[in-house]
């Protein structure tokens, strides 16, 4: 069985990753505010509150938390350019979610940040030259290093789970 | 109406026509060696980005420490290079938005929550919703400057 907390099963970082790969990582970023829209465009009130999984987050606050993490993302990448060995400072995601705005049902201030930041995100990453990829932040949790190149990997595929957890919502018409 | 809310609503609307100023306006400087036009709209949009992410974090966490930015680098070395402004025209439309909505939310019952900021030593909510506002106000009165001034670097 699927495990409904990982409809497109867990990161991957593949290390022998080609220049072809990264393009394909960003152009999964940059169509991401399209797909989004795709899927949540028209949803009723009561849709947006279907929530993906058993005590999973409802289709809205999916979408808040992707304007939330996508801007800590971008801001990490600035850091990780602009300190040497910056160490990020990483957030309580679920106690953000429960924000009052993290509930609202009303999805177009958080889309139009999407959108925004997305565009100037890829655009960012499409200037990255090959030995800015291989800078690192140091991740405090667990002492790791991310060199921005694993970073951009992660985020298409932190897309495209949220996405399929908007899908998987739908498809199941809240019945968790 | 909360005074924050209107004068950030004030300067919203006197931001957003800068951003699609003429390029030789936008190469105007406020002082010799100061930030131009240009410049200080980039860090308008990175400025409040983490502004937005800051408030949102002592929101979620008690005794916050916060971490300053390196401003100058952000701007200099990164939007400036490679970014056309009306991607942070729009951005910082988008941002502000959330930041009127979360200060609708919070300003009131949140403002006591403190934190310790790396550079300015401990904080309130309120002096950082506060400073959204004064922040924008102080650099909107640069740029006026600036195209009074013609400064050109």
Redesign the interface.
Known sequence: MTDLRFPIGEFVFQETASFADVEIWISKIESFPNRLMNLVDGLSEKQVNWIYRPDGWSIKQVVHHC??SH??S??RF??A???KDAVI?P??ED??AE???SL?DDLS??I??I???H??WV??LR?LKVDELGVEFVHPEHNSRVSLLENISFYAWHCDHHLAHIQQALDNKGKF | MNPLVESLQKTLEAYLPLFDLPDEELSFGYREGGWNVRQILHHMADSESVLYYRIRRVLCEDNQVIWGFDQDAWVEKMDQKHLDLSLNKELFHANRLLIIDLIKRYYSSSSERSFVHSETGLRTLKDEFDKVGSHAESHLQQIYLALKNKIND
Do not use: G, P, V
Request: glycine content about 0%; proline content about 0%.
């Open positions: 304007s939330d801007m800590n971008f801001i600035k850091l350019l602009t300190e400072r957030y309580f106690r953000w924000l009052s705005d609202s201030d958080s139009a940040l959108t925004a930041l565009r100037k655009k960012f200037q």
